[in-house]
């Protein structure tokens, strides 16, 4: 049967006044009918299930006559016809004459084409297709004796989803192409979650059971009491004659003479609430109401929370501009463009851009000052003797001219790089943007002097024929290479800077122009946007090349004092760890000896030794070296951190602020003499967009009439019931 929920026949407005109501107070009645009102609307879903009442149970157990004990009509019965579709029946008290209109509740569209496909993920339902729910209006009755027939065509008109609904209004008779459903009720029961909490047992058919001993007995009173086949609300038990020609006053006389004789008055009178279709019925309206209330917060705030989100839809979907086009294109890049401004010059917390980048920026100088080339002070080979101590040199001298050729870490060309390799298909919102770690992968130091590579990469640059002056060629050596690491990390930093920024320009353009992104206007601005990025990164990269090959091509500076400063402080810095690193050194030669001469174990204290022990440095002239390089270093890793930066500024930032507004009108072509039509075919929408506006637009109307209808709920409410006994 739960197949078959495509398209239900229902009973609305039963208006004639009925025992199984009169106990109701008037505030619950209304609630009743909300309830009732919001399933007819459509508001019904697998999110939002309403309040209901379902008769469950296997074919020919008496489901049809209990459903007319309720009701009080007759359903179609003939070869179990009733369970051949879900039969919703909704009563309600009117001062007026009875009156019965008959709805056909379509929720599942019958697409031909998937007749012989099964089931799949897409489409769990084989050939049914879920659609907006549709209420196809069969008949409105004032006569009880034709419910029965008009139910029986209603059926058929259902289960017929190939033709339409009218051919079987009553008086044609058609074949049906379906077959009866059956249902397992325990089976249903066990394997739904929280079903048989919410079950009610129903015992029909009294009249056939014979109970001829106690043991038989024990049985009924075990099921009454809730110990055998236990449910949530316990078991009930009615006698419905089975004569469709039977009316209803006279089959609930039977059923109460039925039940006024042994063993129901008898061995059994102890569970006498729980006999007859009456007190079944007063019950589950009690349950129902109860259930109805409990609901009600959870539903009124569902539903309040659909009108929210449709809300929120209908807001990115306006209705196209009719007139004034250009106008409004106009006022949506002025916002655009201001917001982009306000990023770029910055002073606001709601425009964090530059603060982000500063950030970035910041990094990538502190990289530079942590990659600056060390100088390795240690010389094992300077305490030996001469002949070991001429071979150490000479290994030493011939590793390190292999390793003195700068290398670089083989990133590739700048000019290879394209925008959208920037944020690897992806341009995350400005405000999630990773400012933190990008130089964590690259080596701190960069690289680490040994005193015999300096050594040598003097000898190398050497000039002069007489010995001991001074080589500013060594030092203009080593500054080259102690500054030819940059260009991996000013990659990465240029990158990232502009993937930054092209987070923001998309960020800020879903912001303005967001409610037409179904548009060829939305799709256009895009790319626009990123072939400018695009065409600005490759003349900011060919500058930001020139830059770093200025710096390795030819060191140079003329912040002399700076420089000397620099010098000074990175001499004492070397001389001092260089005279700890020989002290260390000489005390583990000394106690070598002696204890090779002694055979006891000795230690000098390093601190008693003097530096005449020591002797003269011969590395002395390689510290200076090093300390020209290193004060060159600081002050040439500043400059290049700052001028990068200002060509982010002025190639990249400013151009964008400049120059953006222009390449979007130019490229958008609504500066032309045509500008009024070419902005209208720009935000022109298709048809997905129209179709989804109506869609919300339908929720939307319905959703505003259920939580007008549920403002009565939020009231005080009256008490449930007006007389608690059955």
């Known amino acids: 049967m739960a197949a078959e929920i495509h398209s239900s026949p229902s009973t609305v407005g039963i208006e004639e006044k009925n025992a199984s109501i009169d106990f109701l107070s008037q505030n619950m009645r209304e609630m009743v009918k909300k309830i009732q009102d919001l399933r007819h609307l459509g508001i019904e879903n697998h999110t939002l299930p309403l309040p209901k009442i379902v008769v469950v149970g296997d074919q020919s157990v008496g489901k049809s006559s209990l459903i007319e004990g309720m009701s009080e009509i007759k359903v179609p019965r003939s070869a179990g016809c009733c369970t051949r579709c879900p039969l919703e029946i909704n009563l309600s008290e009117s001062d007026g004459p009875w009156t019965c209109r008959l709805l056909l509740m379509k929720k599942y569209m019958y697409d031909a084409a998937g007749r012989t496909r099964g089931a799949t993920n897409a489409r769990p339902l084989g050939p049914w297709i879920e659609q907006d729910p549709e209420e196809l209006h069969f008949a409105t009755l004032t006569d009880k004796t034709l419910l029965q027939e008009h139910l029986k065509w209603a059926q ?37 979650p929280g079903a048989r909490d919410r079950t009610v047992g129903v015992l029909t058919k009294p009249d056939r059971v014979e109970l001829k001993n106690g043991n038989e007995y024990n049985q009924w009173r075990e099921i009454l009491r809730g110990e055998k086949f236990a449910t949530g609300h316990g078991y009930f038990v009615v006698q419905n004659n089975p004569d469709p020609r039977i009316d209803h006053a006279t ?152 390793k003195s050729t700068p290398q670089t870490n083989g990133a590739g060309d700048l000019k290879k790089m394209k925008i959208g390799d920037l944020a690897n298909g992806s341009t995350p919102d400005v405000s999630e943007f990773k400012v933190h770690g990008h130089f964590d992968h690259f080596p701190k130091p960069a690289k680490s002097f040994t005193l015999p590579e300096v050594r040598n990469i003097n000898a190398d640059t050497y000039a002069s024929g007489v010995p001991g002056l001074g080589n500013p060629h060594a030092v203009e050596a080593l500054n080259r290479i102690s500054v030819s690491h940059w260009e991996d990390p000013m990659k990465t930093f240029l990158l990232v800077t502009y ?69 000074e402080e990175a001499y004492g810095y070397f001389f001092h760890k260089r005279y700890e690193a020989r002290v260390t050194q000489y005390v583990k030669l000394i106690d070598a000896q002696q204890q090779q001469t002694t055979g006891k174990p000795s230690r000098t204290d390093p601190s008693k030794v003097t530096e005449k022990e020591l002797g003269p440095d011969e590395f002395a002239k390689e510290l200076e070296i090093m300390s ?56 022109a929408e298709d048809r997905e967009r129209q179709l989804r506006r109506m869609h919300l637009l339908k929720e939307k109307e319905k959703l505003d009439k259920a939580q007008e209808w549920l403002k009565v709920a939020e009231k005080t409410p009256e008490p449930l019931f007006y007389d608690s006994n059955p």
């Open 251 to 402: 089959a609930r006389a039977d059923e109460g003479y039925f039940f006024s004789n042994p063993p129901w008055t008898t061995e059994l009178a102890e569970y006498n609430d729980r006999f007859g279709t009456r007190r079944l019925q007063t019950a589950l309206s009690k349950l129902l109401l109860r259930l109805i209330q409990d609901s009600l917060p959870g539903i009124i705030n569902q539903i309040n929370t659909q009108a929210q989100y449709v809300d929120q839809a209908l807001a990115k979907l306006p209705n196209p501009p009719s007139a004034n086009v250009a106008y409004i294109l106009c006022q949506k890049l002025n916002s655009f463009m201001n917001n982009v401004q306000m990023h770029v010059d910055g002073g606001s917390a709601q425009y964090p851009f530059l603060k982000q980048w500063g950030i970035i920026a910041s990094e990538f100088q502190q990289y530079l000052t942590a990659s600056r080339p060390g100088l390795k002070l240690n010389t094992p080979s300077e305490f030996v003797s001469p002949e070991r101590k001429g071979d150490a040199s000479a290994s030493s001298s011939k590793v390190q001219k292999r």
């Open 628 to 683: 020209a390089s290193r004060a060159y270093y600081d002050i040439a890793s500043s400059r290049f951190v700052d001028t990068t930066c200002q060509g982010i500024h002025i190639k990249l930032f400013m151009r964008c602020r400049d120059e953006l507004r222009g390449e979007i009108e130019q490229k958008l072509g609504i500066l032309n003499e045509n500008a009024s039509e070419r902005c209208t075919e720009l935000m």
């Open 156 to 192: 058929l008109a259902t289960l017929n989803p190939g033709r339409s609904h009218t051919d079987f209004i009553p008086g044609e008779d058609q074949e049906t192409d379906s077959t009866y459903s059956q249902v397992n009720a325990a089976r249903i029961i066990r394997d739904i």
């Open 499 to 567: 993937r930054l920024m092209a987070g923001v320009l998309l960020h800020e353009m879903r912001y303005v122009f967001g409610q037409y992104e179904q548009t060829a206007l939305f799709e256009e601005l895009k790319v626009i946007i990123m072939e400018f990025l695009e065409s600005i990164r490759i003349e900011h990269f060919h500058q930001a090349e020139s830059v770093f090959n200025i710096e390795c091509l030819k060191p140079f500076t003329m912040a002399n004092d700076l420089f000397r400063r620099g010098q």
